[in-house]
């Protein structure tokens, strides 16, 4: 794609630098350890790949849960939207799921999508903590605004996190958004958020190595295989 990068500074949103997030790991509850690390714009291409069969799946509103992340990254990767961060989930170097995020303010985080491949392992709810982590503790930033498109997503993140409603609208539409305060974050932090820091050297290098894309029969059936969920 050819690009006339002087219209591009036009169309391109100022962006403010933002601390990096630390790799951490998870020991998930089948004793498989999940590492969890920030990814670039260049990593959007192997992302697309994994949300792009969630479109299709009409289950626990993964199918838009899946087009808006779809197109926030590429939002993300074509410089369309401000301030945005990614963090994924990767064991032995799969992509077992993703959250994705952006600064709206220097002291509000507009959280956007949490999803997860690899079901029944907390995996989501994992990668939703870091992101909130990452907003709080690395970013330093005040408060976060929060809503959920599905049951699942409401239980996991306003009733676990016992959220402040407000009545801000998220720019995602929808409810009003539901607050996540330095406070809230702290109280909650030793129940919710986990993991291990540094990484061993032996994991990590596993992780940066290779993003690796399950294929798409394959998150289709770790997605639709658990029924009743």
């Not at 601390?19 to 630390?22: E, G, I, L, R």
């Not at 064991?91 to 799969?94: A, N, S, T, V």
């Not at 982590?133 to 709080?136: A, V």
């Not at 690796?212 to 798409?216: F, L, Q, V």
């Given at each position: 794609m050819a690009i006339d990068m002087e219209l591009e500074a036009v169309l391109r949103p100022p962006e403010a630098p933002q601390?990096?997030?630390?790799a951490k790991v998870i020991t998930l509850a089948n004793g498989k350890r999940m590492v969890v690390r920030e990814v670039t714009r260049a990593d959007v291409p192997k992302l697309l790949r994994v949300v792009h069969p969630t479109l299709f799946i009409d289950k626990d509103?993964?199918?838009?849960?899946g087009a808006r992340l779809y197109s926030e990254l590429l939002a993300w990767q074509y410089y369309r939207v401000q301030n945005e961060f990614c963090l994924v989930g990767q064991?032995?170097?799969?992509l077992v799921g993703m959250v994705n995020s952006r600064m709206y303010t220097a002291e509000t985080g507009m959280s956007l999508h949490t999803l997860a491949i690899d079901r029944g392992l907390r995996i989501g709810a994992h990668l939703f903590a870091a992101k909130m982590?990452?907003?709080?503790e690395?970013?330093?930033q005040k408060e976060v605004l929060i809503v959920a498109e599905s049951p699942i997503g409401f239980r996991r993140w306003m009733t676990?996190?016992?959220?402040?409603?407000?009545?801000?609208?998220?720019?995602?539409?929808?409810?009003?958004?539901?607050?996540?305060?330095?406070?809230?974050?702290?109280?909650?932090k030793p129940r919710l958020v986990v993991g291990d820091r540094p990484v061993p050297d032996e994991l990590l290098a596993v992780a940066e190595q290779e993003l690796?894309?399950?294929?798409?029969s394959m998150i289709r059936e770790k997605i639709a295989g658990l029924k009743g969920r």
């Open positions: 601390a990096p997030y630390p509103y993964y199918n838009v849960v064991i032995d170097g799969i982590e990452h907003h709080i690395f970013l330093g676990e996190y016992g959220l402040e409603p407000t009545t801000i609208p998220h720019e995602l539409g929808g409810a009003p958004a539901y607050r996540l305060t330095r406070q809230l974050y702290f109280d909650s690796i894309a399950a294929d798409e």
